[in-house]
């Protein structure tokens, strides 16, 4: 009788090592999130993580939010820092004398694209959505991935090219040539060139917007097309940059250069793609608040006022000085800032009267113009200065001879794209003009000038975790 | 007898009757009855069915059943009257009542002994028995016969006494007929007995030692300590209730070797860290803390998310008054916490139990009259220690110095007008002397704390309520009181056949904490020039139009905080007895806890300067966030317990389901059109919602064990657990656990017996099994998709992969290993616990870091192949020191020297783990500083080493891995802790005295900014207040050659990176280590006459201090909190009263 019990209770404990309710501890994902399986299941969520990828680069600081403006405005000649202290990415790239320590936009630009190839993978390998959203939604991925690598390869040069989502077959990537992250690129926005839509999409990614009223806050084909001209450019392929930002000067009906300052109004008919502005009642764009100034200068916040350089490559009476340049009285000195967008007080989102402008039909005109200038067409290359200079206030160009007329497309470049995602640096590294303006320009900013600058240095972190991964030359 | 002396109407003619009734009650008593049977059988209960039966029959028939002595007089049961009796199985206290209310007798239940009494005897009556006195003598001898001499005899309520000769004898004359002798050795349990003529031979047995008796609950099963094959340590409500302090945690702080309790801050509710024998886990991120269990409901240790992003997590992170949710248990009703540490003691519990279990078991009626309890404490709480810091014109003085030693003019503000030096250049007083500490952090806060309860029971049916109220107040100036009160009742009932018990308990606690946002610990560092606070009309004064006071530190106390927590944890544990010895027992209880909190950002708090520089629709601002946590366990058990031979068996098999899930909701409301109307978000122009974050999580297993003892001398115990957690990956969540124990108790040997008899217990124990930590996040093997929350785009809510899945997450291993000795010695006036334990982590949860590239900067929660060694020693010793009639002194003495070591990591050195892990050196508490190099002559700047053999003075803000300078780790694990506490008692008076000890090493925090320095960065709330620094300071370099402490005062950046090259140096690590008189109490019991006087069961009063007094080397606020910036522990005085009716 005892022993029955005892019996009962081995057979109990052994049970024990055995069993255990697997159905019990399985669980549901939790309700107020999505996973994997189930967001790329319908049209709606499998949008929204394209609406939450330019949400994420719309209220955050980022490459393509003011990094690149600032950090490179301040490396270039644009830039006047005055929050002096070493320990600030602004001051050492200032001073062009970054830190391997600094990592400018390495990580966050790498975080936003896995955010591009997971949207890619999850999109394409759906079977459940519509056919027409899926290639708008893959396009947009695409042509966001290859923004974003524009921006690696003209910061670090060579970088991991990265286009899974899968971090396994990464962790001991080595970097990519150059032209390989070009290719890559170049084949994403012709792929998106025939995937996007050409009318600008409401936030469903699938409805058109009256042409009148577009929020042109989505990629399209001709942002696709905008940014090809740009890596056509960049890559010296001059008839192809000449091809594609003709697409966008003569598509007269949707795109024209409008007043000065009009350009960066929502929804202005030059722009190509904006970021929509998205941070509810809080402060407006991060350009206008980190730029404009109002009764302080030399904080973390207001760092900058525009470079004497920059103030003296002004011609009198541009109207882009008059309408992008603002000055502000701080303690009885007179100081010049930027100020291509200005609502610098908070409004609530609906009521944000700038979206920050990623791609616009002025820069179209000046690739064609310095493509041309490249191809021998004179007067073509004059026209599209001409284009530039006149809205600015200014009369033609009547010079002929060609590298006169690339350094007048330089200049040109200079001041109607000033202060504009990084433009200035990357104008002055692809043109080998670097060396020769920052060796004036970097010792009147407390720096010494070395070739190698050019390239930003990978981060020190990042080098450690990859022991494949090696550093630009000139850094330790 | 009666009728002669109630009516006497001539005392000169009772005499000879007297003397006669004297004899007649000597020879009465001679033969009156005085039977004590076997204790064998305990039943205190009678069936009796027979009609008129006698008194004596009725009695002798009581006796026999229950085991009582029944003792009367023939007088007093003279008159009489037979008894019909129909009772069955009826407690004795109802067949007594019953069968005595109609006979004018009265009884009174004394031990085991029944007195029967006449009701209301006269006054004459009592005076009688007070003559009716007898002389008494016996002899004591021990359990082996030996004679006892000097034992006490002592006439229990009297000074009457006398000891025993060398041959045990001993004699009392004139004693009450009625007298109970209390005979009392050291070392030997004390004996009461009826006074009778001839005592005859009076046994004494040897003291049941508390390490032999004591119960010691394990959670699912219990078991005497004596005979105990774990280690656990059990802390009882005598200790607990001592302490006035309102997390139970806090009363446990150097009381149990091995258990390391820090508070971090001061602040109500303040975050602790609780490790059990070291930490096992790599990550900060994976919890540390051990497992809660409450009356066995497993008690979530983590709160979510505060309003300002404080994670209440395992407390590392939290500097919020949130802290962790034991703060919502009353240490009043805690019976116990047993503190569970080897394989032995938590391989039942699993998965769970890696990092130690705490068990806690809140009070239980007890049967007997419904007794009412009142504890009312109040008293007062006070900041320990305050910095001597610079007065006004050390202040000016070290800035004006500072600009010298920069080679600048002292600004002055008519020469330029816009500069912000606002201490130095004019703008501020130059007299103004605010001592900020006495100001912000510096009064005495009210500390009210009362009890009441109400228990007793029948032997059916025991009931225990509770009910608590504590008011804490807040040192800083404003109504910022915590407010608490709280419900916990427990009901237990049995069925008549005893079979089937059912137990209840329910708690609920509603904590109401009002503080501010921001700890104003650090403001006191404040220049001691600053401004006035408050204008004349009352409002905040921020300083000119510049708002130079923009950080008027009571702008930061106008931004409230509030914390609203009920807690409710309820319990039914139904037990039935199947058949002899076979049990059926389930656990089955539920937990809810709900906080809501509040953070008013009014408009007034702003300087001006600063609402210029926001957005005007943030401010006024009002952030709630709501979370709920709740979990429901179900555990049915099946135990037997058989005796075979001298074999007793006990096994127990049970399982548990568990399903926790917490939600939490943050909002924030913005655009209100004044501070009026802040109180409600549905004021708000605007409303935020932010990801409050919600989980479930879900847990089943089976458990059992199997213990067999031979003969009390020899026992083996062994538990397993197969359990499967909801946090791991879909292949990897179940896993095994095991433990196996044996324990010798080889004072039970003969040999041993003859050989060393002044040893009363020896048992050596050794335990070894594994237990798993599965306190890591929920969902870690799922992609999860979190929304980018209000901010939309074109209209609609945007989604983006918040972390990278890790489907293979399995939970991190413990395998420990355990030696003991448990030794009473000297009939157990000393008592000694030895432990040698070695704990080895491994499968340990990391972040697995990967290249920043690939999206993500690791993979949370990857199980990497390293192991983590804990090993110590813990020794507690508790001693009778002198037990001398009237004074007695006893102590105890707790310490535990842990070495916590990383064993192996695979490939370590290819790992970004390279340059913070070392194989053979501890995982945590590793400090990384530079190596200090001294005072560069020249400049006056600190200096440290770089890689390249030189010195610099530019190191930075914070040690940085990657750094052109050297870096050097730093044990800051404390060497060992303990605990030492001494009860001294004499008569009526108790002092206990205890003492915690830290050996360690510490930072020492003094300021975060160079002396001489002065920020004004508005935006930047803390820091601007600090520019004061400590004294201490002023042993610093002025010139060339000087030999000093400190580096020249500076305002310069370059001059702060040289201070922070010294503060994050290894020359900031300094003695932390301390001796801190946690606790003293004075208490007082009324004497008896006083009780009676009173009609009180019990009544005492005491005189209790929290955190007395600290003795340390250490010069910075606290040893213990190591910061200049956060309220250190509080000392806590209370003068208590408690009252038993």
Redesign the interface.
């Known amino acids: 009788m005892k022993m029955k019990y005892i019996y009962t209770i081995l057979i109990l404990i052994s049970f024990t090592l055995t069993s255990g309710c697997k159905k019990f501890v399985q669980l549901d994902p939790p309700d107020d999130r999505l996973t994997a399986s189930t967001i790329y299941a319908t049209n709606e969520t499998a949008t929204s993580v394209l609406n939450g990828l330019y949400v994420r680069i719309a209220e955050t600081n980022n490459v393509l939010t003011s990094y690149a403006t600032a950090y490179m405005g301040f490396a270039s000649d644009e830039l006047k820092n005055h929050y002096i202290n070493a320990a600030s990415s602004y001051t050492q790239l200032y001073q062009n004398n970054v830190s391997v320590d600094t990592e400018i936009y390495w990580s966050t630009t790498y975080t936003l694209i896995y955010n591009c190839n997971v949207a890619i993978e999850g999109i394409e390998t759906s079977s459940k959505l519509n056919a027409q959203l899926k290639l708008q939604l893959v396009g947009e991925a695409k042509f966001m991935r290859a923004l974003l690598y524009y921006y690696l390869v003209n910061t670090y040069g060579k970088v991991p090219l990265v286009t899974k989502s899968d971090y396994r077959l990464y962790t001991m990537a080595k970097r990519a040539e150059v032209a390989e992250i070009y290719t890559q690129i170049t084949a994403d926005l012709q792929d998106a060139q025939v995937k996007l839509s050409k009318d600008y999409l409401n936030g469903d990614a699938l409805t058109s917007y009256p042409s009148a009223s577009a929020e042109r806050v989505r990629p399209t084909y001709w942002a696709a097309t905008a940014l090809l001209a740009r890596i056509y450019l960049y890559n010296e392929q001059w008839a192809q940059a000449e091809t594609a930002a003709s697409i966008l000067i003569d598509n007269t009906s949707m795109f024209s250069l409008v007043a000065p300052s009009s350009v960066f109004l929502k929804n202005s008919q030059e722009s190509i793609f904006q970021l929509q502005a998205v941070i509810q009642g809080n402060y407006a764009l991060f350009e206008a608040r980190t730029f404009v100034l109002t009764n302080s200068i030399g904080t973390s916040s207001n760092p900058a006022s525009i470079s004497p350089q920059l103030e003296q490559a002004f011609e009198a009476n541009d109207l882009r000085k008059a309408n992008w340049i603002g000055t502000a009285n701080i303690s009885g000195v007179n100081y010049l800032f930027p100020y291509k967008y200005k609502a610098s007080t908070p409004v609530l989102a609906a009521n944000k009267p700038e979206y920050l402008t990623l791609l616009r039909l002025a820069e179209q005109y000046l690739i064609r113009a310095e493509a041309r200038a490249h191809l021998n067409n004179i007067n073509g290359a004059q026209a599209d200065i001409n284009k530039i200079r006149n809205r600015a206030g200014l009369g033609n160009t009547f010079t002929l001879n060609q590298s006169a007329l690339l350094d007048e497309v330089m200049k040109e470049r200079q001041l109607e794209l000033f202060c504009e995602q990084g433009h200035r640096w990357f104008d002055l590294k692809r043109s080998e003009r670097i060396n020769d303006v920052m060796t004036v320009v970097s010792p009147t900013k407390g720096g010494i000038w070395s070739p190698y600058k050019q390239l930003m240095p990978i981060p020190a972190y990042e080098i450690k975790n990859d022991k494949n991964l090696d550093q630009n030359p000139g850094y330790n | 007898m009666y009728k002669i002396y109630t009516k006497p109407t001539c005392w000169k003619n009772q005499h000879v009757p007297k003397i006669l009734l004297i004899m007649k009650l000597t020879t009465v008593l001679m033969i009156a009855i005085m039977m004590q049977v076997s204790a064998a059988s305990f039943a205190q209960k009678l069936t009796l069915k027979k009609n008129n039966i006698t008194l004596e029959q009725f009695f002798k028939e009581i006796r026999k059943q229950t085991g009582y002595a029944v003792i009367y007089t023939a007088a007093t049961i003279k008159d009489g009257k037979s008894v019909d009796a129909n009772y069955t199985n009826t407690p004795i206290e109802e067949v007594l009542s019953n069968s005595l209310t109609n006979q004018n007798l009265v009884y009174e239940l004394d031990g085991k002994n029944i007195i029967i009494t006449r009701r209301a005897s006269s006054f004459l009556d009592n005076l009688v028995r007070a003559f009716a006195s007898i002389d008494i003598r016996g002899r004591i001898v021990d359990a082996q016969g030996t004679s006892l001499r000097g034992a006490t005899v002592n006439v229990k309520g009297t000074v009457k006494r006398t000891q025993s000769d060398s041959e045990g004898n001993f004699y009392l004359a004139s004693v009450d007929e009625k007298a109970i002798i209390v005979v009392s050795y050291i070392g030997y349990e004390q004996v009461e007995l009826s006074g009778k003529s001839e005592m005859g031979i009076i046994r004494m047995k040897p003291v049941a030692g508390e390490l032999q008796e004591v119960i010691v609950n394990k959670g699912y099963y219990t078991e005497t300590q004596k005979l105990a094959t774990g280690n656990t340590v059990t802390v009882t409500a005598k200790d607990i209730e001592k302490q006035p302090v309102l997390n139970p945690m806090l009363a446990l702080q150097g009381r149990v070797a091995g258990l390391q309790i820090t508070q971090t801050s001061g602040v109500i509710n303040g975050p602790l860290n609780i490790q059990i024998r070291g930490r096992s886990s790599l990550n900060d991120l994976v919890g540390n803390n051990p497992l809660f269990v409450i009356d066995g409901i497993p008690f979530q240790s983590t709160l979510l998310m505060d309003p300002l992003g404080n994670n209440g997590g395992n407390g590392v992170f939290a500097s919020s008054p949130q802290g962790n949710p034991l703060n919502y248990i009353n240490p009043n009703d805690i019976s116990s916490i047993s503190v569970l540490k080897d394989a032995d003691a938590t391989a039942i519990y699993g998965s769970r139990g890696g990092n130690g279990v705490i068990l806690i078991t809140t009070k239980k009626g007890q049967t007997g009259k419904m007794s009412l309890g009142l504890n009312i404490n109040q008293g007062f709480t006070q900041a320990p220690k305050t910095l001597e810091l610079m007065s006004t014109q050390q202040y000016l003085d070290m800035r004006r110095e500072a600009f010298k030693n920069d080679g600048l003019p002292v600004p002055d503000i008519a020469t330029s007008?816009?500069d912000p030096n606002y201490d130095v250049n004019g703008t501020w007083s130059q007299t103004a002397n605010t001592n900020w500490q006495k100001e912000l952090i510096g009064q005495f806060a009210a500390y009210t704390n009362i009890n009441l309860s109400l228990s007793g029971g029948t032997e059916l049916v025991q009931y225990g309520i509770r009910g608590t109220f504590n008011r804490q107040g807040n040192l800083s100036p404003g109504d910022f009181d915590d407010k608490r009160g709280g419900l916990n009742f427990n009901i237990t009932t049995h069925s008549k056949d005893k079979k089937l018990t059912i137990d209840f308990s329910g708690s609920f606690l509603r904590d109401n904490n009002l503080n501010s946002q921001i700890d104003v610990t650090g403001n006191t560092l404040r220049a001691p020039n600053a401004p006035d606070s408050f204008k004349p009309d009352g409002t905040l004064n921020f300083g000119g139009p510049n708002s130079d006071n923009g950080n008027n530190p009571y702008a930061n106390l106008a931004r409230t905080y509030s914390n609203k927590t009920d807690n409710v944890v309820l319990s039914l544990k139904p037990t039935y007895k199947i058949?002899n010895?076979?049990v059926f027992t389930a656990n089955i209880g539920l937990t809810n806890l709900n906080s809501n909190i509040k953070i008013k950002q009014p408009v007034s708090s702003y300087s001006p300067l600063y609402l210029?520089?926001?957005?005007?629709?943030?401010i006024p601002a009002l952030i709630n966030t709501i979370n709920e946590q709740k979990t429901w366990i179900v555990e049915p058990q099946?135990?037997?317990e058989?005796k075979?031979k001298d074999i007793k068996?006990s096994?127990?098999?049970g399982t548990t389901?568990q399903k926790s899930a917490s939600e939490g909701h943050y909002f924030i409301g913005?655009?209100f059109v004044s501070d009026a109307v802040i109180g409600n978000l549905a004021n708000a122009g605007?409303v935020?919602v932010g990801?409050g974050?919600?989980?479930?999580?879900?847990?089943?297993?089976?458990?059992?064990r199997?213990n067999a003892n031979l003969s009390d001398k020899y026992i083996l115990n062994f538990t397993?657990?197969?359990?499967?957690?909801?946090r791991f990956g879909?292949d990897k969540?179940?896993g095994?656990f095991y433990s196996a124990a044996a324990a010798w108790i080889f004072s039970s040997e003969k040999w041993i017996e003859n050989a060393f008899d002044f040893i009363s217990l020896g048992k050596l124990r050794a335990s070894y099994g594994s237990s798993g930590n599965d306190n890591i996040g929920?969902?870690a093997y799922?992609?999860?998709?979190?929304?980018?929350g209000?901010?939309?785009?074109?209209?609609?809510?945007?989604?983006?992969?918040?972390s990278?899945?890790n489907p293979d997450v399995a939970w991190e291993k413990n395998a420990k290993l355990e030696f003991a000795i448990d030794l009473g010695i000297f009939k157990d006036r000393v008592i000694a616990t030895a432990a040698y334990y070695r704990n080895r982590s491994s499968n340990q949860l990391l972040n697995y870091?990967?290249?920043?590239?690939?999206?993500?900067?690791g993979?949370p929660n990857y199980n990497f192949p390293a192991t983590v060694q804990n090993s110590g020693l813990e020794v507690t010793l508790s001693t009778r020191n002198i037990t001398a009639g009237n004074f007695e002194w006893t102590s105890t003495l707790n310490s535990s020297f842990n070495r916590n070591k990383l064993l192996k990591f695979d490939n370590l050195e290819?790992s970004?783990y390279?340059?913070i892990l070392e194989i053979g050196q501890p995982v945590n508490g590793r400090g990384y500083a530079w190596v200090y190099k001294g005072i560069d002559p020249t400049t006056g700047l600190h200096t440290a080493l770089k890689k390249d053999g030189t010195v610099g003075s530019?190191a930075?803000?914070y040690v940085?891995l990657?750094?052109e300078y050297q870096i050097t780790a730093i044990n800051t694990l404390p060497k060992y802790f303990g605990g030492l506490n001494n009860s001294f008692r004499y008569k009526n008076l108790q002092l206990d005295v205890f003492l915690e000890f830290v050996k360690q090493v510490g930072r020492v925090s003094l300021t975060d900014f160079a002396p001489g320095y002065f920020s004004t960065?508005l935006?930047d709330q803390i820091s601007t207040s600090q520019s004061n620094v400590p004294v201490e300071f002023l042993d610093r370099w002025q010139k060339p050659g000087d030999q000093a402490k400190y580096q020249r005062f500076t305002q310069s950046?370059e001059g702060i990176?040289a201070y922070s090259t010294w503060a994050q140096s290894d020359a900031s690590y300094v003695d932390a280590s301390y001796i801190r008189a946690k606790n003293v109490t004075l208490s007082y019991q009324l004497p008896s006459a006083f009780k009676n006087k009173l009609k009180v069961k019990n009544a005492s009063v005491n005189l209790s201090a929290q955190n007395v007094f600290t003795i340390t080397p250490y010069k910075g606020r606290d040893p213990e909190s190591q910061s200049y910036s956060t309220l250190p522990p509080l000392k806590v005085f209370v003068l208590g009263i408690q009252v038993n009716l």
């Open positions: 007008p816009n058949a010895g076979l210029s520089l926001i957005p005007a629709s943030t099946l135990s037997y058989v075979i068996l096994a127990l098999a389901f913005t655009n605007q935020g990801d974050g919600s989980y479930q999580y879900k847990y089943n297993a089976v458990y059992s199997l397993a657990r197969r359990d499967g957690s909801s879909p969540q179940f095994n929920n969902y799922y992609d999860l998709y979190q929304s980018r209000a901010n939309t785009y074109q209209g609609l809510t945007g989604f983006y992969p918040r990278l899945a870091s990967i290249p920043t590239f690939t999206g993500f900067t993979v290819n970004n390279a340059s530019n930075g803000n940085n990657s750094s960065d935006y950046f990176r």
